[in-house]
């Protein structure tokens, strides 16, 4: 079993709609856990911590549950902007952090 | 400016030659990292350093190698031993909180 798991996707779905990515990790004692944002051909860039209780930033919405071990990414309302492969980030150990493949995501107007 | 520099953006060399890629960053981080990334494809750990003068290997170390005499940098030497190296090269510094910030990546294609 992979570390971290992501659906690869693609997801493509109509501007404004509510689209959700689950991203599964093995490593019961993983604290720190993130989503990233990758462009194409770019380099991936911090989206977005995700807090034990929750966080939410504008239209992102991040969830940690810990019981089933895996994270969320929900966006609202989505805007074309937003096509980009989405990685789920999950500490594996001391200074060691595990990227899943990613989740590609297209919107279409 | 804060950041991370990576040099050259694309880097083109014949096969059995060694290759060194430059990262330079100014955010005061301990913790650097070098990943590949190929085409469709997520991020792969090469090494990773957590203070000067000390690394570790990742997931596909063989056929690279690094070094960190400075804070400020970490540069990553492909070898002629890479089998396969020719991949989207990505450095990254990391804060005490684990967030990780990258460089711009360095292109390299070996003909």
């Known amino acids: 079993r992979k570390e971290v798991e992501q659906d690869p996707g693609p997801f493509n779905v109509p501007e404004g709609a509510t689209v959700a990515f689950n991203c599964t990790y093995s490593?019961?004692?993983?604290?720190?856990f993130f989503w990233y944002r990758q462009d194409c051909r770019k380099e991936p860039k911090l989206l977005m911590s995700?807090?034990?209780s929750g966080n939410e930033d504008g239209r992102f919405t991040a969830q940690l549950n810990r019981a089933s071990q895996y994270i969320s990414l929900l966006i609202r309302d989505s805007k074309l902007s937003d096509s980009a492969t989405y990685l789920c980030?999950?500490?594996?150990?001391?200074?060691?952090?595990?990227f899943g493949s990613g989740t590609r995501l297209s919107i279409r107007p | 400016d804060g950041g991370i520099t990576q040099s050259p953006k694309y880097l083109f060399r014949k096969e059995g030659q060694n290759v060194t890629l430059s990262c330079e960053q100014n955010?005061?981080?301990?913790?650097m990292y070098w990943y590949r990334q190929d085409p469709g494809q997520g991020l792969r750990l090469i090494y990773y350093?957590?203070?000067?003068?000390?690394?570790q290997k990742g997931d596909i170390a063989e056929g690279y190698s690094v070094s960190r005499e400075k804070k400020e940098s970490f540069p990553l030497t492909v070898t002629s031993a890479q089998k396969n190296p020719t991949a989207f090269y990505l450095c990254?510094?990391?804060?005490?909180?684990?967030?990780?910030?990258f460089g711009p990546g360095t292109r390299l294609t070996v003909t």
């Open positions: 995700v807090y034990s």
């Open positions: 980030v999950v500490d594996s150990s001391a200074s060691k952090i595990i």
């Open positions: 990254a510094t990391s804060n005490s909180a684990y967030e990780q910030y």
């Open positions: 490593n019961s004692a993983s604290q720190s």
């Open positions: 955010l005061n981080h301990d913790a």
């Open positions: 350093s957590q203070i000067v003068n000390d690394f």
